[in-house]
């Protein structure tokens, strides 16, 4: 998903703010039908995992490309490119992974250990412009080769022979069968890397695909392109479609229209839009592991350094209000970082973001006080505060909702909007040139780490510059010593989340819940509460 991924703004949920007539959304009597119409909500900017790491990208290698692992109907881990799913040896330190000898790419090249000796190392490489390279920590030399201490043939990734794939870790990690799932850990055709350098990956012609569809028809600008069933895949026979048709549509309204007029089988929608269809036979609410918040810079030279001030944000924000009133999508408020529903505490038994959830909630009184309290200890009397966000509509809504909120209440509060495309957006919150952003993590596996190390204090996605000593040692202690010790493991994940909701690291706004309008027709679609959505076994009925 922040996607999974360096997602600097929600790119899966759109509002809008007009509602058109209904019609016969998409009725159709076909029961032939082998051309599936989708949409992505945000342009499509490369699909090298090295160069980038976003929602259209990783939706897009969901379909096209598979991992040693991918997760089935049941989202249960099961074989991809390996031939079955591996237990680790030498105490949970060692991977070896036998790949289908029969696996080829869609130029024909045989898909081998060099793909995914390639793939990583180019991802974890001190180079590597993803934003993503911290995925790997706990792979052998990772984290010193990211920093450009080691070179890349130092990653415990090695081939063996051409079909044999050994993962060597530093330190045991009992979730890795869940994250290599994730397109961060996909293979690329070495030979294509080779011969395409940094231009591989920049268009759907410049790199071959090992899933179950090829993509086509993408220059590496445009807003259209295809994906076409690929003949080589090693499961080709459970795989019903011949194409897939995918256009950017970042209106919710035009996506409804669009829907309406039989244009698209699965479309996304929100705001007034899904309020008028919340009766709609077409409607499907999909919950997502996933938080949509407000990322906070806490560098020393922004006011939000202040704690005070960060708290009496988090305050000031009506939630329930937002979720009812303005998103009316289905989405629930979020009143911790970590998603409700993503995993079970073991130790307790309670789901985990439920029992870490923060009790500090919607109080304006608390809030005034605090920001007054605030400002005297910086020495101001009222303070200035940059708030970016994408140019979609959903974005836009966000930002009037908290730009009035914090006016509204907090005096001395300004709150300057920048709501610009996506790739200025990501340029000036990787820079630090803003106080406020508006964000999202969707969790890339069940397991809470996901979502604390993002923020810890040495991630290139902590953009916010959050450092809390506390917060930093839970999450080291949770890969490290007490990786294999159940009960100390989850006490780290509580510490972590309890000093996420003191410190307010992160100002969580909403629990993530797509509104589909989806053809009554199709099914063998797997919506994926953790990851993105599945298309490859879809079929009309």
């Given amino acids: 998903m922040n996607f999974k991924k360096v997602a600097v703004v929600s790119s899966l949920v759109l509002l809008s703010g007009g509602l058109a007539a209904c019609g016969k959304a998409n009725a159709n009597s076909k029961t032939s039908q082998k051309t599936l119409s989708l949409m992505q909500t945000a342009s499509l900017q490369s699909l090298d995992t090295a160069n980038q790491a976003d929602f259209t990208q990783w939706n897009m290698l969901q379909q096209s490309m598979e991992g ?20 680790p040896t030498n105490n949970g330190k060692t991977y070896t992974f036998q790949l289908r000898h029969h696996a080829k790419w869609s130029n024909g090249d045989p898909v081998t250990a060099q793909d995914f000796v390639t793939a990583w190392r180019r991802s974890v490489s001190a180079t590597s412009t993803s934003g993503y390279s911290y995925i790997y920590e706990g792979v052998k030399n990772a984290a010193q080769i990211s920093a450009g201490k080691q070179p890349t043939s130092a990653l415990g990734a090695k081939a063996v022979d051409k079909y044999t794939f050994k993962v060597t870790l530093s330190h045991a990690m009992p979730y890795l069968n869940k994250m290599l799932v994730m397109p961060a850990f996909f293979p ?19 790199m071959a695909y090992n899933g179950p569809f090829k993509l086509t028809g ?117 009143h911790n970082y970590v998603t409700p529903t993503l995993v079970k505490d073991p130790t307790t038994g309670k789901d985990f973001g439920t029992e870490t959830a923060n009790t500090d909630t919607y109080n304006v009184k608390k809030a005034q006080q605090l920001w007054q309290q605030g400002l005297k200890e910086l020495g101001k009397s009222s303070v200035t505060l940059k708030l970016y966000s994408d140019d979609t509509t959903a974005a836009k809504t966000i930002d009037e909702f908290v730009q009035a909120a914090v006016e509204q209440h907090l005096s001395g509060a300004k709150v300057n909007v920048s709501s610009v495309p996506a790739k200025a957006s990501g340029s000036a919150v990787e820079s630090g040139n803003f106080d406020m952003a508006y964000t999202m993590w969707l969790a890339d596996y069940a397991d809470p780490v996901s979502f604390f ?51 307010n690291a992160v100002v969580p706004l909403y629990n993530m819940t797509e509104s589909h309008l989806v053809n009554s027709k199709l099914a063998g679609v797997v919506y994926h509460s953790v990851g993105e959505n599945d298309y490859t076994r879809a079929y009309f009925k």
Avoid: C, E
Wanted: proline fraction near 1%; charge should be positive.
């Fill in 68 to 87: 040693l692992y991918r997760m089935n109907a049941k989202d249960q881990v099961v074989a991809g490119m390996a031939k079955k799913v591996v237990k």
């Fill in 188 to 206: 690329q055709d070495h030979q294509l890397v080779t011969k395409y350098g940094s231009k591989y990956g920049s268009n759907s012609t410049k």
């Fill in 218 to 334: 993408w220059n590496g600008t445009n807003d259209t392109w295809s994906l076409v069933k690929n003949n080589t895949y090693y499961d080709k026979k459970t795989v019903k479609l011949d194409k897939m048709t995918v256009r950017v549509v970042k209106d919710s309204n035009t996506a409804h229209n669009l829907f309406s007029s039989n244009k698209l089988d699965d479309a996304t929608i929100s705001g007034v839009t899904a309020q008028g269809l919340q009766q709609d036979k077409h409607l499907k609410h999909v919950s997502k592991a996933g938080t949509y918040y407000l990322r906070l810079n806490m560098d020393k030279n922004h006011a939000l350094h202040n704690a005070k001030l960060r708290r009496a944000l988090n305050l000031v924000l009506n939630k329930a209000n937002l979720t009812k009133k303005v998103l009316s999508d289905g989405s629930t408020p979020a």
């Fill in 453 to 503: 190390d993002v923020i810890t204090k040495t991630n290139p996605q902590n953009y916010g510059h959050y450092a809390d000593a506390p917060f930093n040692a839970a999450v080291t202690a949770a890969h490290g010593k007490n990786a294999t010790n159940t009960a100390a493991y989850w006490q780290n994940m509580r510490t972590a989340a309890k000093r996420v909701n003191t410190t």
